[in-house]
């Protein structure tokens, strides 16, 4: 068999090669990491063999070694190498299992996607996850051939998550979302928590630099820091009593774990949360119902990459935080 009748778009792969092949990089996958354009199209097959046969030579592009981290051109050939069945785990997904994810989705055209994600499920795999976001979709949406993350959220807060659906336009959205608000009117995100306490004062601006990289036990802490990175964030009471508050916050920047900190120094930390926490309060709130972080991204608005025009896309609040506020004689 000549090479050109071995080469395939990357679009048209669907199973596990048993002989070397060659897939030729259309428009739509290109600037997308090589370590990201075999994970999505050897679906099934663990990372860490996609990661060790990269790395022992196996898979080149135009003929060449490359890294994980190389990032492919329109019209690359990637050598793909036989993958035995038998060189399957069990780590192959039953993209059925994530079945819950679709009644999930708040928004969906032929660029984008827009999840509410649940609490409790992170990302991406990784630091001991074997399942996150991007990885359940993927296996549950066999029918989108690119799908990648936008953004992040934590994994214990549920809301409003981008995926991108093409290279092009993940690569705007990526711009866009690294900018933030403070820098971009294209981006406004805002976030309902409960917090700590009364809060006094009306609409406040929080503006203190973060620490992203302290660790304490061994995983990362966030803290206020004047050497660390800028971060502001605009909070806004919604709801107030002596016990309790929400507060809908807008993000002017993204930094890690930004809300909580912010909240935290400001002497009303986010319920439930247990990191950065007030485990007496938190003790109170379980007594309401509250199992979770109560960290809700409710809304997103952004520019659509491809059309340019502006969508507000709302992820309601979950029963089991609506259910608390009612305990807690709290309304929106």
Known sequence: MSKKAQVKTASSVANLPTKPFFVEVDKEHAGQRLDNFLITRLKGVPKTHIYRIIRKGEVRINKGRVRQTTR???GDLVRIPPIRLSERSNEALDGAKYSFLSKAILYED?????????????????????VGVIEALRALRSDVSYLELAHRLDRETSG?????????????????FKNNSLKNSRLDKRYLC???????????????????NAKRHGERFVVVDSQ??????????????????????????????????HAQSENHPIAGDQRYGDKEFNKRMK?????RLFLHAARL?????????S????APLPSELLSVLDNLALSL
């Open 287 to 291: 007594s309401s119902g509250l199992s």
């Open 311 to 314: 969508i507000t896309v709302e």
């Open 160 to 176: 409003c998550l981008v995926l991108a659906k093409k290279s092009s336009v993940l690569k705007k959205l990526n711009d866009d």
């Open 194 to 212: 409960l917090v700590k306490g009364e809060w006094r004062g009306g609409q406040r601006r929080v503006t203190k630099a973060l620490n992203t």
């Open 72 to 74: 492919l051109v329109e």
């Open 110 to 130: 032929d660029g984008v996607l827009v999840l509410n994600k649940p609490c409790g499920m992170a990302v991406h795999a990784g630091s001991g996850i074997k």
């Open 301 to 309: 608005t952004f520019f659509h990459p491809t059309t340019e025009k």
């Open 228 to 261: 660390g990175s800028y971060a502001s964030s605009i909070m806004q009471p919604k709801a107030v009593s002596e016990i309790a508050s929400v507060l809908e916050v807008k993000l002017l920047t993204g930094r890690t774990h930004q809300v909580r900190v």
